[in-house]
């Protein structure tokens, strides 16, 4: 991944944002811009200096993983509060207007900021500054991301044919969990949604200690995380054949409206469109008030960031976005039908990465 060339990217922006420096303090961007996966630290973008700072816990980790990522900053290791809050007191004297993550600084913090540790400096709030930098995906992101799909997509068919009149949710979701885990994932992408029968129209219910019943409808939501990068996939699936015709026309229709919504990613298309494509599948079979969420979302360093692919979204896909395409039908008394990939965006139409079979029946 070319980490080092963010930070540059990054300074370009700060005079449109109004600020003459950055305070970084969402731990994800300071991943992205740094590579370091510590939980406490504050990175100071200024014009022509990066500083680092952290605590003791980190001093050596910090040290190795800028290292490893090629960049250049100067770190502070300090005791939190004191001597953090003198560094960079320090670090941003002259400066006129100081900007700070707006999604990532609570009430009391830009408080004490304002009225100790930054009181020469008019303190800007910014908006996306390093979330819009994310969107695009690198090679080596999109490599991770692979990987992360890879994983799963072996985990799941390694663990169906544990899927069985009799099993619990819970019990198949630590099997799906632990496979991926074995497989090389660091950690599942989210918490493994499996829900069986009328718990598959709740999009994201939690499974429970409920059977798993011969001819319901199970829906499979799940991830791998590989490096930091997440994967995110759905398949709907039934043990036997399903327990009615309408069950197996929601499979059907939704199928149709994922793959539709496939067909229309490309770079230059509207989220909203995609969103349309989907949408018009559903309701034309008649369960447009049973689509509950929007189409999809991008994927990266969090399981859900920006692009949305929504009817409300205004955003233009551009190649290298990883979003995902996710139509559903829910009906409580048929059960819930989700089926999903993440793709890559293309010039000229959009790449798969998750790659596991849609098969509807496990015998």
């Known amino acids: 991944m070319d980490v080092v060339a963010r930070v540059p990217r990054l300074r370009a922006r700060l005079g449109e944002a109004g600020c003459d420096a950055l305070l970084v303090t969402n731990l994800v961007n300071i991943r992205y811009l740094t590579g370091f996966t510590g939980s406490a630290a504050y990175l100071l973008v200024l014009s022509d200096d990066l500083l680092f700072v952290t605590d003791g816990r980190y001093r050596d980790r910090s040290a190795e993983e800028l290292a490893a990522a090629g960049v250049d900053a100067r770190i502070d290791v300090g005791l939190t509060g004191g001597a953090q809050k003198d560094t960079l007191t320090a670090a941003t004297q002259g400066l006129a207007r100081l900007g700070l993550e707006a999604a990532s600084v609570s009430w009391a913090q830009q408080r004490t900021f304002d009225a100790g540790w930054f009181a020469d400096a008019e303190l800007v709030p910014t908006q996306g500054l390093v979330e819009e930098l994310r969107e695009v995906k690198d090679e080596g992101e999109v490599a991770r991301m692979a990987e992360a799909a890879r994983i799963a997509d072996e985990a799941l068919a390694r663990v169906l044919p544990m899927l069985r009149d009799g099993v619990t949710e819970q019990d198949f979701a630590l099997a799906l969990d632990f496979e991926m885990r074995r497989g090389g994932a660091s950690s599942p992408s989210f918490d493994t949604i499996v ?169």
């Open 195 to 363: 829900a069986a029968g009328p718990n598959g129209a709740k999009p994201h219910h939690q499974p429970s200690g409920r059977d798993i019943g011969k001819g319901e409808l199970v829906v499979l939501d799940f991830g791998a995380v590989v490096d930091g990068y997440c994967s995110d996939m759905t398949r709907t699936v039934c043990v036997g054949e399903p327990s009615s015709a309408t069950a197996r026309r929601m499979v059907e229709v939704v199928a149709e409206s994922q793959r539709r919504g496939v067909e229309a990613v490309t770079a230059g298309a509207s989220c909203a469109e995609v969103d349309a494509a989907c949408r018009k599948v559903i309701a034309d079979a008649g369960w447009e008030d049973a689509f509950l969420h929007g189409t999809g979302h991008g994927v990266g360093l969090e399981i859900h960031e920006e692009p949305r692919v929504a009817s409300t979204s205004e955003a233009t896909l551009a190649s290298g976005h990883v979003v995902t395409v996710e139509p559903g039908v829910y009906l409580p008394e048929h059960g819930g039908v989700r089926i999903e990939d993440t793709v890559v965006v293309l010039p000229d139409g959009c790449r798969r990465l998750t790659n596991a079979p849609k098969n509807l029946v496990v015998a």
